[in-house]
């Protein structure tokens, strides 16, 4: 009887075992629990109170300046960018209501911020991860961007050139089409490249951004 019953279990043993091994090979990755750390475990939507700007041709209704986020990754680096979008609305924005050759918040309001969760290369230069604010000087030719420690001001009232941790310039380009509110998105690319692109009125800047 003992025998009989051993014989009995050992066969249920290997039942079990073929059956697993005959599973395809996409039910037995399925019972697998994913990995930790992955893109969906990121919150890419925007904040309480934040918008997401979008393309954007035609003016709106909408008075003032829009709080506002942009989310992207860049290889496994989350980024954040958040800041005060403002409108066209019919007036002169490069070289009159944005003075060229001058600190700009880059935005309205509070200093534009970037936040990423990892070590970074922005412009070709490392940046650790870590929140710090983006400033530019805009020019007619070319550009200068900046991340500035002190992230948290009004405007560029407290900036001081001291606080950089880095700067770097681009050539700005015309964008493909008007872009009524000023807006920041986050391109991913392959292996772990990828963009910030600035897009206000009839001006696009690009910045390189690639995952250390």
Same mark, same amino acid.
Request: charged share 20%.
């Given at each position: =009887? ?7 279990? @050992? $066969? ?15 039910? &037995?990755? #399925?019972?697998? /629990?994913?990995? #930790? ?6 919150? =890419?939507?925007?904040?309480? $109170?934040?918008?997401?700007? &979008? ?10 300046? @829009? ?27 490069? !070289? $009159? ?8 918040? +880059? $935005? ?13 290369? *922005? !412009?070709?230069?490392? @940046? /650790?991860? !870590? ?15 900046? *991340? ?20 770097? +310039? ?5 964008? /493909? +089409?008007?872009?009524? &509110? ?11 490249? !990828?963009? *910030? ?8 800047? +690009?910045? /390189?951004?690639?995952?250390?």
């Amino acid at each position: =009887m003992k025998k009989t019953f051993t014989r009995f279990a @050992l $066969g249920l043993g290997l039942s079990a075992t073929l059956t697993y091994c005959n599973q395809p090979e996409q039910a &037995r990755d #399925q019972e697998t /629990p994913p990995a #930790q750390g992955s893109h969906s475990e990121h919150n =890419m939507q925007p904040s309480e $109170g934040a918008n997401t700007i &979008r393309v954007q041709a035609e003016p709106d209704t909408l008075k003032g300046s @829009l709080k506002a986020e942009a989310h992207g990754m860049i290889g496994d680096a989350h980024l954040t960018i958040a800041y005060h979008s403002p409108a066209v609305r019919g007036r002169v924005i490069w !070289g $009159g209501l944005v003075a060229y050759n001058q600190v700009w918040v +880059t $935005g309205a309001h509070s200093a534009t911020s970037l936040m990423t969760d990892k070590a970074i290369t *922005i !412009g070709g230069k490392a @940046l /650790p991860a !870590g929140k710090y604010a983006l400033f530019t000087i805009p020019g007619e030719q070319e550009w200068t961007i900046i *991340i500035n420690k002190n992230w948290e001001q009004h405007l560029a009232d407290d900036y001081k050139e001291a606080e950089d941790v880095l700067r770097f +310039t681009v050539k700005p380009e015309v964008a /493909p +089409t008007k872009q009524e &509110r000023l807006r920041y998105e986050i391109i991913s690319g392959e292996d772990g490249e !990828g963009s *910030i692109q600035i897009t206000w009125d009839m001006l696009r800047v +690009t910045l /390189p951004v690639s995952q250390q």
